[in-house]
């Protein structure tokens, strides 16, 4: 089993940034993707942002050039580093672990079988 504990959520005004933090606990080990999700109320879960083992990225459209995700395989920590944050980015980040290669690439949440209780994220115009 892996635990995954989100921070860094919080309330921001519009053209902020803020850096979420997830940190993997347990059999990491059989983990090969990782990745955030978000949730806005009325609104299904949507893919963020993956990451694979070795470093590659993939990014949904409407966080191209604003977000960045990394990871540090040391601390068996995931990031996400939010910029230029806009009030359609208020949502419930959560953070995501799967077994496949490749479900960093997919980034459907049907590819991550451990989650994060999740960190609100508020943007305010």
């Known amino acids: 089993q892996v635990q995954l504990v989100e921070s860094g959520g919080g309330s921001v005004q519009s053209g902020g940034s803020l850096r979420l933090s997830c940190a993997a606990s347990g059999t990491t080990y059989n983990t090969n993707s990782m990745a955030w999700f978000r949730q806005a109320p009325g609104k299904e879960r949507e893919g963020v942002a993956g990451?694979?083992?070795?470093?590659?990225?993939n990014y949904a459209d409407f966080v191209k050039g604003r977000f960045t995700i990394s990871q540090d395989n040391s601390e068996n920590t995931l990031y996400l580093q939010m910029n230029s944050l806009s009030p359609e980015d208020t949502a419930m980040y959560y953070c995501a672990a799967g077994i496949s290669s490749l479900a960093w690439w997919f980034l459907h949440e049907s590819y991550f079988a451990y989650w994060g209780q999740g960190t609100q994220v508020t943007v305010s115009s």
């Open positions: 990451i694979g083992r070795d470093g590659k990225t």
